[in-house]
């Protein structure tokens, strides 16, 4: 399936795209709670990834030409895109660290959570992406009160996330005792969930401050970088907790 043009095909893929992010997820907890192959999590973790960095995060767009000189909009775009990419690039060291660090410190044990609240709160933010997406097709093609509700439904979406990992999930966590004597699962369940919150709590302001601008007519079809900046930091917070579920919720024993 290749990335599409107009408006009607452009929202459609998105559709499908997130019905195909949601059958993965749910067969995801299916084989943790069934079987668990950890070969067969990886594999899913792996191929929605592809999905999001490819049709949410269009990484096909770094290797866009584009004419002008350089002081034309559409060169600046692609020098602002390449350098976005090269901080994600960077950033996504410190999440692998943190992912390297859960194996090796836990192998194949893991924190006792709540696995419903982490489907849940996973289901939340592949939504939010999906809105997102909704958003930056909208206004690339003109739909200026489409991309406004689909920037405000994924800020309320991120909110929601927040408030279950850390206003919900951390406190199940003490309750449960996962950070009982302060043992490197503890330590490791609140670096990985923390650092991601941080990121998704910046996102959330990123996206409020692209909202307001939209509202003051600043971005139009041809001239809307920021609302793209956004979405694609959106969607890699998005990526990344794709392989921080099923680390954290659904791979190895639980820890006694």
């Not at 990886?42 to 002008?68: P, R």
């Not at 093609?141 to 439904?153: P, S």
Request: some cysteine.
């Amino acid at each position: 399936m290749s990335h599409t043009q107009d408006k009607a095909s452009a929202l459609k893929q998105g559709i499908l795209i997130g019905v195909y992010l949601a059958v993965l997820t749910l067969l995801e907890f299916l084989v943790a709670v069934s079987f668990m192959s950890v070969m067969v999590l990886a594999v899913i973790a792996l191929v929605k990834a592809a999905l999001v960095a490819y049709y949410f995060m269009h990484i096909y767009k770094l290797n866009a030409e584009h004419e002008g000189s350089h002081d034309s909009y559409e060169y600046k775009t692609g020098t602002n895109r390449l350098g976005l990419w090269l901080f994600l690039l960077s950033d996504s060291f410190v999440f692998g660290g943190l992912l390297v660090s859960r194996f090796n410190l836990l192998g194949m044990e893991r924190p006792e959570l709540n696995q419903m609240l982490g489907l849940g709160v996973t289901c939340v933010l592949l939504l939010s992406s999906f809105f997102m997406n909704r958003a930056e097709t909208s206004i690339a093609h003109g739909d200026t009160k489409g991309f406004l509700n689909g920037t405000l439904i994924t800020i309320v979406l991120g909110v929601a996330f927040l408030v279950g990992v850390v206003g919900v999930e951390w406190r199940l966590a003490k309750l449960a005792d996962v950070i009982v004597n302060k043992d490197v699962s503890g330590g490791i369940f609140y670096m990985m969930t923390g650092m991601h919150a941080f990121h998704v709590l910046t996102g959330v302001i990123f996206l409020f401050l692209v909202w307001r601008n939209g509202r003051k007519g600043y971005f139009t079809q041809e001239q809307h970088w920021g609302v793209e900046a956004a979405a694609v930091y959106w969607h890699f917070v998005d990526l990344v907790w794709i392989f921080f579920y099923p680390a954290l919720y659904l791979i190895g024993k639980l820890i006694v």
